[in-house]
């Protein structure tokens, strides 16, 4: 998608794998996690036929993490923070389990 113009950065990216067996079971254990192992704003994993699909991720860019977040904006002290910096910065902060 970079290549061929449709998506600038990394982290502009919304990916989702198709997977079974063994390997569903392995990228669905990341979790959350999974987009950071990938850098992307998105990604998730579902049950089929292998397939790797890449979209435009929907959303804002946060101007601290620069990942594209549907929450970016939506605090009136932090218009231009998502959710998960926000909480890293003035709150508990996030927890990753495995990346």
């Known amino acids: 998608m970079r290549n061929v113009g449709k998506i600038g950065a990394d982290l502009q990216a ?3 794998i198709t ?8 990228l669905a254990a990341l979790g959350e996690d999974l987009k950071y192992i990938f850098i992307a704003s998105a990604a998730s994993v579902r049950q089929g ?3 790797v699909e890449v979209s435009h991720a929907s959303g804002e860019k946060c101007e601290r993490c620069w990942h594209v977040r549907e929450d970016v904006g939506r605090h009136a002290e932090h218009p231009k923070l998502c959710a998960r910096c926000i909480s890293n910065l003035y709150g508990s902060g996030e927890t990753r389990e495995k990346a």
């Open 14 to 16: 919304a990916i989702t």
């Open 19 to 26: 997977a079974e067996g063994a390997q569903y079971e392995a």
């Open 49 to 51: 036929a292998f397939q």
